[in-house]
């Protein structure tokens, strides 16, 4: 049975037990990477002198112990991480405030946390969510940025406005499906809604004998359903994603579509898939980044 710590700022300092243990852990393996380089040009050393130079057993059983030792300790570290990982959904599920589960869940700070609030980024998609503290990101560095720059964007782009950008890019596939997923949802509930139902006006300070006709009525709960944030969000996606496309030279189009087919990072692979030059995908992927970012406003 899982031992839940009585309150949230407990939970959090449990927590962050598990990444200072991934911390150590890493700091441990770095050393025994520097350890086996040591080793190997050590014996490099003593192979190439000639024989009667010396003998390598002594310096190389010290540093073999040492690996040992180390190796033995991480496994023991990794043993303490996996069950503290174990515990980690259980704890996160046990916290009663959204915020602070939202936290913890996401490794959102406080400061992502109150842009994604202002700017109703917070969804209970975990792909849209992640994509809100991206957003947030971008919101947090142009603020900076305009503030240190008197109100100017600094003419390189952002590392975060670049990340996002291409996120856009590599989902956006996904994110029309989606969309247009949700648009035939708001016309099934337009068909389909109860057309018999009529809202009384008297609980909006009305009259009660206007009452609201059945298409009135199916067309407000149809434009409230395309009115949540996350769909108005996945609008925004797939809206400047065509504004893009639209602007693009053919041979940029069709890297953007091998973008879609094959993955983005591999601009070897992408240029046979068009065929042309590594130097002409890389170009035409930053001409796509830079002409989403000035649509998405975050670049100038």
Same mark, same amino acid.
């Given at each position: 049975?899982?031992? @839940?710590?009585?309150?949230?700022?407990?939970?959090?300092?449990?927590?962050? &037990?598990?990444?200072?243990?991934?911390?150590?852990?890493?700091?441990?393996?770095?050393?025994?990477?520097?350890? &086996?380089?040591?080793?190997?040009?050590?014996?490099?050393?003593?192979?190439?002198?000639?024989?009667?130079?010396?003998?390598?057993?002594?310096?190389?059983?010290?540093?073999?112990?040492?690996?040992?030792?180390?190796?033995?300790?991480?496994?023991?570290?990794?043993?303490?991480?996996?069950?503290?990982?174990?515990?980690?959904?259980?704890?996160?599920?046990?916290?009663?405030?959204?915020?602070?589960?939202?936290?913890?869940?996401?490794? @959102?700070?406080? #400061?992502?946390? #109150?842009?994604?609030?202002?700017?109703?980024?917070?969804?209970?998609? #975990?792909?849209?969510?992640?994509?809100?503290?991206? @957003?947030?990101?971008?919101?947090?560095?142009?603020?900076? &940025?305009?503030?240190?720059?008197?109100?100017?964007?600094?003419? $390189?782009?952002?590392?975060?406005?670049?990340?996002?950008?291409?996120?856009?890019?590599?989902?956006?596939?996904?994110?029309?499906?989606?969309?247009?997923?949700?648009?035939?949802?708001?016309?099934?509930?337009?068909?389909?809604?109860?057309?018999?139902?009529?809202?009384?006006?008297?609980?909006?300070?009305?009259?009660?004998?206007?009452?609201?006709?059945?298409?009135?009525?199916?067309?407000?709960?149809?434009?409230?359903?395309?009115?949540?944030?996350?769909?108005?969000?996945?609008?925004?996606?797939?809206?400047?994603?065509?504004?893009?496309? $639209?602007?693009?030279?053919?041979?940029?189009?069709?890297?953007?579509?091998? @973008?879609?087919?094959?993955?983005? &990072?591999?601009?070897?692979?992408?240029?046979?898939?068009?065929?042309?030059?590594?130097?002409?995908?890389?170009?035409?992927?930053?001409?796509?980044?830079? $002409?989403? #970012?000035?649509?998405?406003?975050?670049?100038?």
């Amino acid at each position: 049975m899982v031992m @839940v710590p009585s309150n949230n700022q407990d939970k959090i300092k449990y927590l962050k &037990r598990y990444i200072t243990l991934d911390r150590e852990i890493d700091r441990k393996l770095e050393e025994v990477a520097r350890l &086996r380089s040591k080793l190997t040009r050590v014996t490099e050393v003593f192979t190439a002198e000639p024989k009667g130079g010396g003998s390598i057993r002594g310096k190389t059983e010290g540093i073999i112990a040492k690996i040992v030792d180390l190796e033995r300790e991480i496994d023991a570290d990794i043993d303490r991480l996996i069950s503290i990982r174990d515990n980690i959904k259980a704890i996160i599920e046990s916290v009663e405030d959204d915020r602070e589960r939202l936290l913890l869940q996401y490794r @959102v700070s406080r #400061a992502q946390l #109150a842009v994604m609030n202002k700017k109703g980024l917070i969804q209970n998609d #975990a792909d849209l969510t992640r994509t809100g503290v991206l @957003v947030a990101d971008v919101y947090r560095k142009i603020g900076e &940025r305009k503030k240190k720059g008197g109100g100017e964007v600094m003419a $390189r782009m952002p590392a975060e406005v670049w990340r996002f950008c291409v996120e856009q890019v590599k989902l956006y596939p996904l994110y029309e499906a989606q969309y247009f997923e949700e648009l035939k949802n708001a016309e099934t509930m337009y068909l389909h809604s109860d057309g018999d139902k009529t809202i009384d006006p008297t609980k909006a300070g009305g009259k009660a004998s206007s009452p609201i006709s059945p298409i009135e009525i199916r067309y407000q709960a149809m434009e409230s359903y395309i009115e949540q944030p996350y769909i108005k969000y996945l609008a925004k996606c797939v809206a400047r994603m065509k504004d893009v496309m $639209r602007g693009l030279e053919p041979d940029e189009l069709e890297v953007l579509r091998a @973008v879609w087919e094959i993955g983005w &990072r591999d601009n070897e692979a992408l240029a046979r898939q068009v065929s042309t030059s590594k130097t002409t995908v890389a170009r035409n992927k930053r001409t796509i980044v830079k $002409r989403l #970012a000035v649509r998405w406003g975050l670049w100038q």
